[in-house]
């Protein structure tokens, strides 16, 4: 305001005559003002609208920002109607101004879902949803606001990347529209946690309710798709099923409604149809039910066409055909398995035909069977085994972790001296660079999908991470308060996740470092730590026996699963599916669906067998190595718990890590004793797949190790492969098309 401004004002309060404002710009000003005034000292309800009006769109700033200032020393004198408009009209057009009226002031919305609204629009993300129950009451607010308001959360929410929420808003607000539930069903479901599963059920049941069979679809989907237990639950409750019937019909069967299933499948043609057509890991759902009910009537319905398949088969699958088989007296059949089941199925196939005393029709086929079970006895007599491992030399201290880049080029040691060295493949020579780490010793190790970065933790209780280009220490993290059991690097390189003694997970900008976020799963150690394969999930095990799954972007529980009696002791996860496989002090072997949070199967070591240390899942077989406190490794089948090879006791004392190359063909352990020793899995390979998934170049390369073989295990399994391999490519064309029915399930040859 100008001297000659300040001069009217006093002239004009003297004479209180309005002529004397000759300006006719002070006259608005003054006018303004006092309407503003006016309406603050009335305080009523019509007043404090009529100020928000005026800070929303008045055509002059200064004025807005008056009516916005009254607005709030109304709202902090106890106006309440002053407050709602303070309140709606940061809801309505997000002023960073009036959400720093409300913030200075200290002022609360009276509603709890309203206020909630708030601090998510304007807390960081993290902050907000530690909340309890924050998504449930966002979701309560935004489906009672106006349009408006309702833009201005969703657009917060995108600039979050809060897209599951974002879904389940949409879905409330389109009901009977099937392209709402699709993102939710095809791509976020696994990832949410538990508050947000839970409010994607409650918005289901509620359309359910009112009569929305899209939204039914979806709720079985869920349980068909994911195996939630809830879901399941929820749609028995309120009698919700597909309306495909092939789905309708699956769904009755998967979840034990057997007079829900007779009624709309009473021949099985549905669910035999879907069988035929449905995925290995749906199959063998499917077959798992059958079993564990006892409902395996459909398997052999009356001129049914069942399903063929070969390359899915278990060990069990495998015993349940032969069985079939031989009571059916089917010996030419089991004589054309001989060609394509796994080695290790075969001499038992050769054994069932030499105890029936079976001779093939023609004299040429006679003459290679006779050989046959002359190898297969041989086999029998003689338990495959590993060969024995190559050790590896030039380290002097123990070595306390392991692991593969992921190119298979190099394997990553880390010792109790703190310095961590690099092995090529597949020559095992030492390279001569070398980190030293500043803590001792290394106890876990993560590497980059780039291989650019090594993270490795050790006696500190920090995350350090190295450059690989120079091998020079890039970032040391610090924020655990004990030592750190587990390290995982996201696929898209942008986060690094670390647990420990401590008792908490956490999550780090990678690789520059700042935590983005922290968990605890509650009073207990946490004693490994890995990434599932989509980079969703994380999960964790811990020192009173139970198993958590969290969500990888936020950090939020999803499951809490009470796995073994006393502590975990070891964790590996399955490079091809949601399984994870536990190990514990209680000498049981546990396997999990992390995903839906269902125990799969659990299975009891014998004696022999010392106190899991370390556990590694083979990329491609379905094969689990255990290293254990006696020096033993053993090998599991994760479906059934069959061991696989005789322990292998090449170290004397406790082994203590285990890793496995990207493509399967060696095994790394290291022990206590300081051995460190590479085992070649490619004869353990080639005996336990089946021989159809060999290609042509497999024939020369068994004779090449055959050749080579020094040890009368490696020459008698290899001398029975090689012959079949010779038979098979001999005849290959006549094994095309061939099938073969074996009680529950056809086999494609």
């Known amino acids: 305001m100008t001297p000659e401004d300040l001069h009217a004002l006093a002239k004009f309060l003297s004479s209180a005559n309005p002529q004397t404002l000759e300006s006719s710009a002070l006259q608005q000003f003054l006018l303004l003002r006092g309407a503003v005034a006016a309406l603050q000292d009335d305080g009523s309800h019509q007043a404090a609208a009529f100020l928000a009006q005026a800070a929303a769109d008045c055509p002059i700033p200064e004025t807005r920002a008056l009516a916005l200032q009254a607005l709030g020393l109304m709202a902090s004198q106890g106006s309440p109607d002053a407050l709602r408009q303070l309140f709606d009209l940061y809801f309505t057009w997000g002023s960073p101004d009036t959400a720093q009226q409300i913030i200075t002031r200290?002022?609360?919305h009276p509603d709890p879902q309203a206020q909630n609204a708030f601090a998510f629009l304007t807390q960081p993300p993290d902050q907000w949803a530690s909340q309890p129950q924050a998504y449930t009451a966002l979701t309560a607010f935004y489906r009672q606001a106006e349009p408006a308001v309702q833009k201005h959360l969703l657009q917060a929410a995108k600039n979050y990347h809060l897209s599951p929420w974002i879904w389940i808003v949409t879905i409330a607000a389109s009901p009977d529209q099937p392209e709402a539930y699709a993102d939710i069903l095809n791509h976020g479901y696994p990832t949410l946690n538990g508050e947000l599963r839970a409010l994607f059920l409650a918005v289901l049941s509620e359309h359910i309710q009112k009569g929305s069979q899209p939204a039914a679809d979806a709720l079985a989907a869920l349980f068909l798709r994911f195996d939630d237990p809830q879901a399941l639950q929820t749609a028995v409750t309120l009698k919700a099923a597909p309306s495909d019937s092939l789905q309708r019909a699956l769904f009755f069967f998967l979840s034990g409604q057997w007079a829900e299933y007779e009624r709309v499948d009473f021949n099985h043609t549905l669910l035999t149809s879907l069988y035929e057509s449905a995925s290995p890991a749906l199959r063998r759902r499917i077959l798992a039910?059958?079993?564990t009910s006892g409902h395996i009537e459909w398997l052999n319905p009356a001129g049914a066409v069942r399903p063929r398949w070969l390359s899915e088969l278990s060990p069990a699958d495998w015993q349940a055909a032969v069985q079939s088989l031989a009571q059916s007296d089917r010996t030419a059949d089991l004589w054309k398995l001989i060609l394509v089941s796994p080695p290790t199925e075969s001499v038992r196939i050769l054994d069932v035909l030499r105890?029936?005393?079976?001779?093939?029709?023609?004299?040429?086929?006679?003459?290679?069977?006779?050989?046959?079970?002359?190898?297969?006895?041989?086999?029998?007599?003689?338990?495959?085994?590993?060969?024995?491992?190559?050790?590896l030399k030039g380290l002097e201290a123990v070595v306390s972790s392991l692991l593969f880049e992921p190119s298979g080029k190099h394997l990553i040691v880390g010792t109790a001296a703190s310095a961590i060295h690099f092995f090529d493949i597949p020559h095992w020579d030492l390279q001569g660079q070398v980190i030293l780490a500043p803590t001792r010793p290394i106890r876990t190790l993560a590497v980059n999908t780039q291989g650019s970065y090594l993270a490795a933790a050790g006696g500190d209780n920090a995350v350090h991470i190295f450059r690989l280009d120079n091998f020079q220490l890039a970032k040391s993290i610090t924020g655990h308060t004990n030592l750190i059991r587990g390290l995982a690097i996201a696929a898209d390189e942008r986060t690094l996740y670390s647990a420990g003694f401590d008792g908490t997970v956490r999550a780090w900008r990678f690789p520059v470092g700042g935590e983005l976020w922290q968990a605890a799963p509650g009073d207990q150690e946490i004693t490994a730590l890995h990434c599932s394969a989509q980079g969703d999930l994380l999960i964790t095990t811990g020192s009173l026996g139970k198993l958590h799954v969290w969500g990888a972007a936020d950090g939020q529980m999803l499951w809490e699963l009470s796995a073994h009696d006393g502590p975990i002791t070891a964790l590996a996860l399955s490079p091809s599916s949601a399984a994870a496989v536990t190990a514990g002090r209680d000498s049981r072997l546990c396997i999990w669906n992390y995903a839906s949070g269902r125990s799969l199967n659990q299975f009891s070591l014998s004696s022999e067998t010392g106190r899991a240390t370390c556990l590694v899942h083979h990329p491609t077989a379905s094969a689990v190595f255990m290293g254990d406190d006696r020096g033993q490794i053993t090998c599991w089948n994760p479906t059934n718990g069959q061991a696989l090879l005789p322990a292998l006791t090449s170290h004397s004392k406790t082994v203590l890590a285990a890793a496995i190359s990207p493509d399967g063909r060696f095994l790394v352990t290291s022990g206590m004793e300081g051995a460190l020793l590479a085992w070649d899995l490619e004869l353990f390979l080639l005996t336990h797949q089946n021989l159809e998934q060999l290609t042509p170049a497999a024939l020369p390369r068994v004779q090449s190790l055959l050749t080579a073989a020094a040890r009368p295990t490696e020459r008698v399994w290899l001398s029975y492969v090689l012959e079949i391999l010779r038979r098979r490519q001999k005849y290959e064309i006549e094994l095309g098309s061939a099938v073969i029915q074996a009680g529950e399930f056809d086999i494609q040859l």
């Not at 004299?363 to 086999?379: K, V």
């Open 289 to 291: 039910q059958s079993r």
């Open 106 to 108: 200290g002022l609360i």
């Open 355 to 391: 105890s029936l005393q079976w001779q093939p029709p023609n004299a040429e086929d006679r003459g290679f069977y006779s050989q046959l079970l002359t190898l297969a006895g041989d086999c029998l007599k003689t338990p495959f085994t590993l060969p024995q491992p190559r050790r």
